[in-house]
């Protein structure tokens, strides 16, 4: 009875879905969408045993991962090769004549997000994987449920793997931009970068406020289903409830059509919803692609048209200079904003001054501005002709725009050589919040350098004093109060960190974020790091001469120690976290040492293993020793443990206990 009523409840609301979503033509009103959907959702949790696989309710997204699993494609995921003009279509189309007399080819907008693989069985969807690198991508299931254009249940019991495009619509690109840009995160580029990230996100639950859409437009195998033509697989694709590019998706059986069709959908290019960076073009007839088959790499019977890159006239409006980490200087053009594929832009790098010089760029010049590689804006040259008066040439500066030093000279390069130049600070202040750092949300670039600028923060301690300034930047262009209270919420967040992010955050020379987690690991505490000697500090695995040399030299400095004792009077964790921590009897106040190669860990993940069960890795054998773990090729410390009589176990014995627990 509640069953069969869940059943129907699913049916309801996954055809509603489709309605609304993919046929962009709703049925039932938004009220009585919400009340079956809460209906659902409320026998779903009452009787969580007869929740299905197929639910809507899977679509807010589920538990946040760890990581993705990787996946294999059953057969490989290729693309095709990209062709760029005329000329290339025609000889492609040549090439395809030498086989196939009288080719009939599909043509169909090329999709600008990334490809992903859905597989079915019994015609409920059961895995999704990204591309990856063609033969194994990653899991991304959870995610790929909350996108509305996948159907959860399709309209055929059948198993199927079917491949599309995971994209971004222009209008949810321009939503979630600006949704970032008042919380002062950067940006997305384009939208392919938004669906690229929002899909790779561990927590399903941010895909799920992200908005993709799913296109579908080709089955691995069409022979299963009696498919003669990549059309009739797209008509089926349709059948089942994809959503399919029907309205742009054509054939042509000569050159002539082809090119007046590929003009045809260019045209149409900036009034479509989503982005498109071309037109790819696929021999229809199956047989005929079998016999066209392929080259080590890519499908013979297909091809991607790219559209040239855009270029677009705007002015240039200033030169400015700036300092990076390292104090190169870089001139960079800014320019009145302009869209160019996709994306709003306002500035672009000039390199360095013989870039300058060559394009003979002058402030005032009408300027053509492309995408490099096609998320980099360029300027791609001036417009002389439109030089109507003259305008002053570039000049390189000769002192530091920050701090005024004497800029010197390496190769093309020119760089600022004071060590305290403000510009520096700024970098510091940068990466401090950055996402592996101390991850301080809603700071973008420009926020750090503006309140560096105001005089708010000067050192990573004043982060935690920004809310004594809450009125003033409450009145500042693009804060809100919201953003605001997020601002500093993430603030007060960040001095929970374990030990790794602070000291990863501080910019210590060659302490990564790798080696920051060894150190905390190792040594629990800040107060025992920095009374860590050098000898003690290259004793450790994975830590050398350099690493340890600049950990001790920093921590020798005085006004780094000011720094840390600062960040203590503000609260600031420096103690190492460690949420693995379980104890287990097998390995808890345990001593062991670690010999030979291990094949299946590193000695690095070993050593957390044990010490996440409450043991410790020592370097060296001693009677104290409670057993040795022997790896590949073992050294002295296995003969040593033989002969004071230590329990040895080999890396499958040691994996098998770790396994126990
Ligand atoms: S067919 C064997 N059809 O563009 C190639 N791809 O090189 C199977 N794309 O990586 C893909 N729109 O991500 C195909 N209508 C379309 C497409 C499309 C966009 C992407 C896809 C692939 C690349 C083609």
Not at 270 to 281: E, R
Not at 545 to 569: E, G, M, P, Q, R
Request: hydrophobic share 35%.
């Amino acid at each position: 009875m509640i069953e069969a009523r869940m059943d129907e409840l699913i049916k309801i609301i996954n055809q509603a879905s489709y309605e609304y979503y993919v046929l962009d033509n709703p049925t039932i009103t938004d009220q009585e969408y919400d009340d079956y959907y809460m209906e659902l959702l409320a026998l779903e949790k009452k009787y969580p045993e007869l929740k299905r696989e197929d639910s809507p309710t899977n679509r807010v997204g589920g538990n946040a991962l760890d990581k993705f699993e990787k996946v294999t494609h059953e057969k490989p995921m290729l693309s095709f090769d990209d062709i760029f003009n005329e000329e290339e279509i025609i000889s492609f189309d040549e090439r395809i004549r030498k086989v196939i007399p009288n080719p009939v080819y599909t043509l169909e907008p090329k999709m600008d997000g990334l490809s992903g693989s859905l597989i079915y069985e019994k015609g409920v969807l059961v895995r999704a994987a990204t591309r990856g690198d063609g033969v194994t991508g990653e899991n991304i299931t959870l995610n790929v449920k909350t996108i509305k254009t996948v159907p959860l249940r399709l309209t055929k019991d059948i198993d199927i793997e079917v491949r599309g495009e995971i994209y971004m619509s222009k209008d949810s690109f321009e939503k979630a931009n600006l949704e970032r840009e008042a919380l002062g995160e950067a940006p997305f580029a384009n939208p392919r970068n938004a669906a690229a990230g929002s899909v790779r996100q561990l927590d399903s639950k941010i895909t799920a406020k992200r908005k993709l859409d799913f296109m579908a437009y080709f089955i691995p195998n069409p022979e299963d289903y009696g498919l003669k033509t990549q059309s009739e697989s797209l008509l089926f694709l349709k059948e089942l409830g994809f959503l399919t590019n029907d309205k742009l998706n054509t054939t042509a059986s000569s050159i002539s059509e082809m090119i007046k069709k590929i003009n045809n959908i260019h045209e149409k290019r900036k009034s479509l919803p989503f982005a498109i960076d071309g037109v790819v073009i696929k021999v229809d007839n199956l047989k005929d692609e079998e016999k066209l088959g392929y080259t080590t790499r890519v499908p013979r019977w297909g091809i991607a048209y790219k559209f040239p890159a855009e270029e677009v006239l705007t002015t240039l409006k200033e030169i400015k200079f700036t300092v990076g980490r390292t104090g190169k200087i870089t001139p960079n053009a800014l320019f009145s904003p302009v869209h160019v594929d996709g994306s709003l832009v306002s500035k672009a790098t000039l390199h360095n001054e013989d870039y300058c010089l060559e394009k003979d760029i002058r402030v005032g010049d009408i300027i053509v501005v492309r995408k490099a590689g096609d998320v980099i804006p360029e300027v791609a040259r001036v417009k002389f002709e439109r030089r109507t008066k003259e305008l002053p040439p570039f000049k390189m500066i000769t002192n530091c725009p920050m701090c005024n030093t004497l800029l010197v000279k390496k190769d093309a390069n020119y760089f600022c050589p004071n060590d305290h130049c403000p510009a520096r600070h700024i970098e510091n202040l940068i990466h401090y919040v950055s996402r592996d750092a101390m991850n301080i949300e809603g700071f973008g670039d420009n926020i750090v350098e503006d309140f560096y600028n105001m005089g708010y923060i000067k050192t990573p301690a004043d982060f935690y004093h920004l809310d004594k300034y809450k009125d003033e930047l409450m009145n500042l262009e693009g804060f809100g109060e919201r953003s605001i209270i997020k601002l500093l919420a993430s603030i007060e967040n960040s001095k929970k960190n374990s030990l790794e992010r602070l000291l990863f955050a501080l910019g210590i020379r060659h302490v990564g974020a790798k080696t920051a987690k060894i150190l905390a690991r190792n040594y629990k505490n800040i107060d025992n790091l920095m009374q860590a000697t050098y000898e003690e500090l290259s004793n450790i695995n994975d830590i050398g001469d350099i690493i340890a040399k600049s950990v001790t030299n920093y921590f020798h400095d005085k006004n780094n120690l000011n720094l840390i004792n600062k960040l203590k009077d503000n609260k600031i964790n420096m103690e190492y976290i460690n949420n693995n921590y379980h104890e287990s009897e097998e390995f808890a106040g345990k001593t062991f040492v670690l010999t030979g190669t291990l094949l299946n860990t590193t000695r690095e993940e070993a050593t957390t293993i044990i010490e996440n069960l409450g043991g410790k890795v020592s370097g060296s054998v001693s009677s104290k020793t409670s057993a040795v773990i022997v790896g590949e090729n073992p050294g002295s410390k296995y003969t040593k443990a033989l002969s004071l009589n230590i329990p040895i176990w080999n890396e499958e014995a040691f994996l098998q206990k770790v396994n126990n627990e």
